[in-house]
């Protein structure tokens, strides 16, 4: 049972664009909501994590918007480089510091 | 900030040998660790949780015996392959956490290719 849905799968945009990706979540205990980013052969790292308890939080260039009504979650990557060429994996943990429950991923490219 | 080292980064070992990988936290104390099990072009599966000095507790359809977990102190985790066949590569990621900090270190992950 997929517990975190992830869309798109993949994602091509411009240079300074914007992408979105998109998670659901069905658990409603899960309180802790982080994105990591990994690169070919890499472990993932992690971009930026939210709680259930703001709408919204920002670094940099990423920016997590948090529905808890909707039990859904988003990634925004501002003016976007191809840098950010990699693959964005959505995760959840029920009383953080358990393990996490990830979703299956987004191959993002960022064309120049 | 937290530093998982993982090693070894590429293996590659005939069927039927073992293979041994070691996770590292260098900077601070883990007392759980995770290890993950990653498909080309797919996300990460859980495969096991360590916690230290106690036994791992493995999910679903991962056979312990198989996919030897130790964690013996608070700095290191290690996974062993045995009896390795070909469905068996595959890329390995572990994570850990700490008491103190909310959030996960991944190491790097190690190529596994069993010829």
């Known amino acids: 049972q997929q517990q975190v849905k992830q869309s798109p799968q993949s994602l091509i945009v411009q240079k300074g664009g914007i992408p979105i990706i998109n998670c659901a979540y069905e658990n409603t205990a899960f309180d802790y909501f982080p994105w990591y980013q990994q690169f070919p052969g890499k472990g993932p790292a992690l971009l930026i994590a939210i709680r259930p308890d703001v709408s919204e939080k920002k670094e940099g260039r990423f920016t997590i918007s948090f529905n808890k009504s909707a039990k859904q979650f988003s990634l925004h990557i501002m003016d976007s480089q191809p840098g950010d060429s990699a693959t964005y994996f959505c995760a959840a943990s029920r009383n953080a510091g358990n393990m996490l429950t990830f979703g299956g991923g987004t191959r993002l490219m960022v064309k120049p | 900030g937290a530093v998982v080292s993982q090693h070894p980064s590429r293996v590659i070992c005939k069927s039927g040998t073992s293979v041994k990988i070691e996770c590292r936290s260098l900077d601070f104390q883990a007392t759980t660790m995770f290890w993950y099990r990653q498909f080309p072009k797919q996300s990460l599966m859980l495969m096991a949780t360590?916690?230290?000095?106690?036994?791992?507790?493995?999910e679903q359809g991962v056979e312990k015996d198989k996919f030897l977990i130790n964690h013996a102190s608070l700095t290191l985790s290690t996974l062993t392959v045995t009896s390795a066949h070909p469905e068996d590569s595959s890329f390995y990621i572990c994570?850990?956490?700490?008491?103190?900090?909310?959030?996960?270190?991944f190491g790097s992950g190690t190529r596994l290719t069993v010829v």
């Open positions: 360590s916690n230290e000095g106690s036994k791992a507790t493995y």
């Open positions: 994570s850990a956490r700490t008491t103190g900090i909310i959030g996960y270190t």
